[in-house]
């Protein structure tokens, strides 16, 4: 079964409070810099106090020792889920593994952000496929230890085959059908993700900017 997690993207802890109460059997609450920044570590506790898993997206990439400490950091503060960028490297994803213990720590593979050229632009080569890159940062997540990679709905089938049954993969871009993509470039539904082979799904915008945000959120744990 596929798990919802919702992204509460708000600019205040209250506001985030508020709508997490209205979310009937709610798992898992995803928490990211933005309103980390703003609200910290209590913010995690509210959460965890309600009985949710706290996703806390922070994508570190840092070097090994310093990646080490915020996953321990993390883990110490009840954090269920985390993630760290794959470009940081096998030792940093190594480090970071070890640190892990029960927390569920997450590779970043390509952000959604870039296409082709802005990522050959970083890795100072040519890249003629996202979708390899995709896998090859997988594959490295995995071996050094993690528990899965978040990726796009569009490579999730790939990485699936790729990656055998067990390594979580968390999607974002996930859309109602029918709801505005926004900013993201590559949306899939609900119910498409979850076919394709995720564990997860984030939702944050086709919930939390619906008119009536519980009524959206029933209709994702329906289509799943
Ligand atoms: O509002 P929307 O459903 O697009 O929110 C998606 C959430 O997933 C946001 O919190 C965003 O930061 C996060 N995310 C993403 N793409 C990634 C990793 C995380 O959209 N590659």
Not at 3 to 9: G, N, P, T, Y
Not at 119 to 144: C, K, M, S, T, Y
Request: aromatic share 4%.
């Amino acid at each position: 079964m596929t798990e919802l997690i919702v992204a509460f993207d708000y600019p205040n802890g209250r506001d985030a409070l508020a709508l997490a109460d209205r979310l009937n059997g709610l798992r898992w609450a995803k928490l990211g810099p933005v309103l980390y920044v703003r609200e910290g570590p209590t913010l995690v506790r509210e959460f965890a106090a309600r009985g949710m898993h706290v996703f806390l997206d922070l994508k570190w990439h840092d070097i090994p020792n310093t990646v080490s400490g915020a996953v321990t950091a993390a883990r110490d503060l009840g954090v269920a889920m985390a993630t760290v960028h794959c470009l940081g490297g096998a030792a940093m994803l190594t480090a970071a593994a070890l640190a892990a213990g029960d927390l569920a720590l997450l590779g970043v593979t390509v952000l959604t952000s870039h296409d082709a050229p802005a990522f050959e632009q970083v890795v100072g080569r040519g890249v003629p496929d996202l979708g390899f890159e995709a896998e090859r940062l997988a594959r490295a997540a995995v071996a050094a230890g993690l528990r899965g990679v978040v990726a796009s709905g569009h490579d999730v089938g790939l990485l699936r085959e790729a990656l055998g049954p067990e390594p979580w993969i968390v999607v974002p871009g996930v859309r109602l059908p029918g709801d505005a993509a926004g900013d993201q470039a590559r949306t899939v539904t609900p119910a498409e993700a979850a076919r394709r082979g995720a564990t997860h799904l984030v939702v944050g915008r086709s919930i939390t900017q619906a008119a009536d945000p519980a009524e959206a959120y029933q209709r994702v744990l329906e289509s799943l």
